[in-house]
Nanobody, 122 residues
Framework: EVRLVESGGGLAQAGGSLTLSCAASGFTFDEYAIGWFRQGPGKAREGVSCIRNNTGSTYYASSVKGRFTISVDNAKNSVYLQMTSLKSEDTAVYYC???????????????WGQGTQVTVSS
């Protein structure tokens, strides 16, 4: 059974930091990319960042580049999203997902976590 479990969400002040974790199991971890997505109130789900596990290549949305850092620990089958300089517009439910490569069509992504809430107060 494929499982993706996010943790680390919560409440932060604007300018603050949070680190999200995504623990994966049930599939060959290094054959996939792991991405972080978010869905804010009344907004569509959007890609935030992605890492290809076997190469370490990364992708960031322009809205988070320079503020968020994605990393992988292949020994722990886990991916992390370090979020700094948080803004109120970063408030959203954050999801991790597993798929064949970064820039994969959203509608075809096979595996999703349950999401973790991030709230940034201004």
């Amino acid at each position: 059974e494929v499982r993706l479990v996010e943790s680390g969400g919560g409440l932060a002040q604007a300018g603050g930091s949070l680190t999200l974790s995504c623990a994966a199991s049930g599939f060959t971890f290094d054959e996939y990319a792991i991405g972080w997505f978010r869905q804010g109130p009344g907004k569509a789900r959007e890609g935030v960042s992605c890492i290809r596990n076997n190469t370490g290549s990364t992708y960031y949305a322009s809205s988070v580049k320079g503020r968020f850092t994605i990393s992988v620990d292949n020994a722990k089958n886990s991916v992390y999203l370090q979020m700094t300089s948080l803004k109120s517009e970063d408030t959203a439910v954050y999801y991790c997902a597993a798929y064949p490569r970064c820039n994969y069509p959203l509608s075809l992504i096979p595996y999703w976590g349950q999401g973790t809430q991030v709230t940034v107060s201004s």
